[in-house]
T-cell receptor
């Protein structure tokens, strides 16, 4: 069965710093999708970034980028020039081919300090 | 376009009661998934519906059930409530089913069991 592990329950960084959130996963599939979701204190979860496993190029969305290491089954999220609005719970998620349901990690609570 | 709408936002129930939560997906979205979010367990998948059919079910007891209507709106029901059912219940919709589909989340229903 696929699993998603986020090893950092909570992190704090100063505004304008760069922060990296870790995510590892376990799967026997060769083709799959990885996601990072952000859940601000107001609770609505939104998609931050998506990576397709067969694409070697790391996905980027403005200040958010990923470091996708397929062999190591690692999918970390880098937030550059962090802002107060980045304070949120971040979830890593996996979508495989055989099983349609999306599997979420337990989340990392990120605090951006002024 | 309106987002995913969940009602009610808050519910307080006592042990043994039952509860029904409602979710209206984004217009045109045909897949609806439900998740239970708790501080210790993160997001736990409950079930997924597409075209009124349950496609996937998580590892929850039979007290948790759901359905989807022809207009894609979905309801989930929890019977014989237990203290451990206290959680934030999130609904997410996507255009179709598939591991590559981004999930669009509602604000959630906060269920408290006394």
């Amino acid at each position: 069965a696929q699993t998603v592990t986020q090893s950092q329950p909570e992190m704090s960084v100063q505004e304008a710093e760069t922060v990296t959130l870790s995510c590892t996963y376990d799967t026997s599939e060769s083709n799959y999708y990885l996601f990072w979701y952000k859940q601000p204190p107001s609770r609505q979860m939104i998609l931050v970034i998506r990576q397709e496993a067969y694409k070697q190029q790391n996905a980027t969305e403005n200040r958010f980028s990923v470091n996708f290491q397929k062999a190591a089954k690692s999918f970390s999220l880098k937030i550059s020039d962090s802002q107060l609005g980045d304070t949120a719970m971040y979830f890593c998620a996996f979508g495989g081919n055989r099983d349609d349901k999306i599997i979420f990690g337990k989340g990392t609570r990120l605090h951006i300090l002024p | 376009k309106a987002g995913v709408t969940q009602t009610p936002r808050y519910l307080i129930k006592t042990r043994g009661q039952q509860v029904t939560l409602s979710c209206s997906p984004i217009s045109g979205h045909r897949s609806v998934s439900w998740y239970q979010q708790t501080p210790g367990q993160g997001l736990q998948f409950l079930f997924e519906y597409f075209s009124e059919t349950q496609r996937n079910k998580g590892n929850f007891p039979g007290r948790f059930s759901g359905r989807q209507f022809s207009n894609s709106r979905s309801e989930m029901n929890v019977s014989t409530l237990e203290l451990g059912d206290s959680a934030l219940y999130l609904c997410a919709s996507s255009l179709v089913v598939g591991p590559d589909q981004p999930q669009h989340f509602g604000d959630g229903t906060r269920l408290s069991i006394l």
